[in-house]
C-alpha cells in the first residue's frame, strides 16, 4: 500500500525567508509524486509532479521539488517566502503502474504561514 | 470553459436519506475521481475512475458507491449517509492520473 507523511502540520517562516516543507512517501513501485496548494476556500492547483527523468523539477510560483529514491522523500522548497505563498499544501503520491495504477494518496497537508 | 461542475455545492441531510453529488466535466478527460477532505487528514480518495464503466476503490470507499456511464458524468452515491460522512468533497478530472488534477468547487456536506 502506498502513503505519504507530511512532517510538520503547520511551519511558519517570515517573508524572504527560505520555504522548507517535507514530504516522505512509500510505495511498492515507482511512484509518480505530486505538490498541490490550496488556497482558503478553493480547490487545489497542482504546483509540480514527478513522473520520470530529471529528479529536480521546477514548478509555479517559484517552487522546486527534489525526488530522492533513496530517502523516499520529494521535499518541496523556495528560496524566498512571499505572502502569497500562504496556503495549505499536500503532497501526493500514485503507483506507477500495476493494479491499483489511478489510486492517488495524499499527505495530511501542512499549513503554511508567512510573517512579514 | 474548462471545468468541473458539481451539485450541490451545500447539502444538509439526515441520517439513512439517500443522495446523490454530481459531477461533470467538459474537457474529455478519461479520469476522474473523488475526494473527501477533513481537517487533520488531507484528501482521502473515495473512488476514481480510469475511463467510463471503469471504476476502482480509493483510500476510504466504504459508505459509497459511483457510476461512470458517460465519459463527462461521475456521480457519487450515499445511499444511507451517517454522521462521520460529513464532510468536504470534492470531485477532480484529468486526461490521466500524471495530468494536473482539475479540481471542482467542493460541496459541503453535513449529516445530523
Known amino acids: 500500500a502506498q502513503s505519504v507523511t507530511q512532517l510538520g502540520s503547520h511551519v511558519s517562516v517570515s517573508e524572504g525567508a527560505l520555504v522548507l516543507l517535507r514530504c516522505n512517501y512509500s510505495?511498492?513501485?515507482?511512484?509518480?509524486l505530486f505538490w498541490y496548494v490550496q488556497y482558503p476556500n478553493q480547490g487545489l492547483q497542482l504546483l509540480l509532479k514527478?513522473?520520470?527523468?530529471?529528479?529536480l523539477v521546477k514548478g509555479i510560483n517559484g517552487f522546486e521539488a527534489e525526488f530522492k529514491k533513496s530517502e523516499t522523500s520529494f521535499h518541496l522548497t523556495k528560496p524566498s517566502a512571499h505572502m502569497s505563498d500562504a496556503a495549505e499544501y499536500f503532497c501526493?503520491?500514485?503507483?506507477?503502474?500495476?493494479?491499483?495504477?489511478?489510486?492517488?494518496?495524499f499527505g495530511q497537508g501542512t499549513i503554511l504561514t508567512v510573517h512579514p | 470553459e474548462a471545468q468541473v461542475t458539481q451539485n450541490p455545492r451545500y447539502l444538509i441531510t439526515v441520517t439513512g436519506k439517500k443522495l446523490t453529488v454530481t459531477c461533470s466535466q467538459n474537457?474529455?478527460?478519461?479520469?476522474m475521481s473523488w475526494y473527501r477532505q477533513d481537517p487533520g487528514l488531507g484528501l482521502r480518495q473515495i473512488y476514481y475512475?480510469?475511463?467510463?464503466?471503469?471504476?476502482d476503490k480509493g483510500d476510504v470507499p466504504e459508505g459509497y458507491k459511483v457510476s461512470r456511464k458517460e465519459k463527462r458524468n461521475f456521480p457519487l452515491i450515499l445511499e444511507s449517509p451517517s454522521p462521520n460522512q460529513t464532510s468536504l468533497y470534492f470531485c477532480?478530472?484529468?486526461?490521466?492520473?500524471?495530468?494536473?488534477?482539475?479540481f471542482g468547487p467542493g460541496t459541503r456536506l453535513t449529516v445530523t
Open positions: 477532480a478530472s484529468s486526461p490521466q492520473v500524471t495530468y494536473e488534477q482539475y
Open positions: 510505495s511498492s513501485v515507482p511512484p509518480y
Open positions: 514527478y513522473t520520470t527523468g530529471a529528479t
Open positions: 501526493a503520491v500514485s503507483k506507477a503502474g500495476g493494479t491499483s495504477y489511478g489510486k492517488l494518496t
Open positions: 474537457m474529455n478527460h478519461e479520469y
Open positions: 475512475s480510469m475511463n467510463v464503466e471503469v471504476t
